[in-house]
């Protein structure tokens, strides 16, 4: 399967740690996309990343929350100090184009939970 | 500020007719719209996609039709399965390279009836 692997798929946190969730885009996509489902809700865009550059951040927090994609391995969505309120789905897409028709594909999340 | 929205959060259908899902947006810098289903506990997926140069685009048992003046799409299934029961996003985005961020509505759960 050459999906957008994401994990882990679950992830419990106390309040105070740090979470890490790793992303790895579909073979040939240098593209990749954070966001954020809270219950109920529709998924948030947090941030768009290219190997090695933030594209656009306009959608993470300022604080505690940072993002990176190196040349190599995943990409990885960090939560510094998790409180209850950063318990939500955590979705990862890629695409193989920043322009034009191509469109977004996920993963299947990491659902993170804060005690 | 809610750009697209999903104003039906749940709709049924009886197996074998025409669903319609319905979708707004107030962003006339949006330029491409795509449509989504999500099943629980996975990601979403994507079903179909339309240009703003287009007013229709058909795959399969799928359509969906903007309307740019209204700002309005939808997306036609015909005819429905029981499969099709999920919850549908619409998705909205500026096409320009730098502005490649999709901009979801709250969703719509549709139920098939069999």
């Known amino acids: 399967n050459a999906g957008v692997m994401q994990n882990p798929r679950h992830l419990v946190r106390r309040r105070g740690q740090e979470a890490r969730l790793r992303c790895s885009p579909m073979k040939g996509h240098s593209h990749v996309y954070w966001y954020r489902q809270l219950p109920e809700e529709g998924l948030k865009f947090m941030v768009y990343?290219?190997?090695?550059?933030?594209?656009?951040e306009s959608g993470m927090p300022k604080e505690r929350f940072s993002a990176e994609f190196p040349k190599e391995g995943p990409s990885i969505l960090r939560i510094q100090q998790v409180v209850r309120g950063d318990s939500a789905a955590y979705f990862c897409a890629s695409s193989p184009s920043g322009a034009g028709g191509s469109p977004q594909h996920f993963g299947d999340g990491t659902r993170l939970s804060i005690l | 500020d809610q750009q697209v929205k999903q104003n039906s959060p749940s709709l049924s259908v009886q197996e074998g007719r025409i669903s319609i899902l319905n979708c707004d947006y107030t962003n006339s810098m949006f330029d491409y719209f795509l449509w989504y289903k999500k099943y629980p506990a996975e990601g979403p997926t994507f079903l179909i996609s339309i240009s703003s140069i287009k007013d229709k685009n058909e795959d399969g048992r799928f359509t969906v039709f903007l309307n740019k003046s209204a700002k309005h799409l939808s997306l036609h299934i015909v005819p429905s399965q029981p499969g099709d029961s999920a919850v549908y996003f619409c998705?909205?985005?500026?096409?320009?390279?730098?502005?490649?961020?999709?901009?979801f509505g709250t969703g719509t759960r549709l139920t098939i009836i069999p």
């Open positions: 998705a909205a985005r500026k096409g320009n390279f730098g502005n490649e961020k999709l901009t």
């Open positions: 990343l290219q190997k090695e550059n933030i594209i656009d």
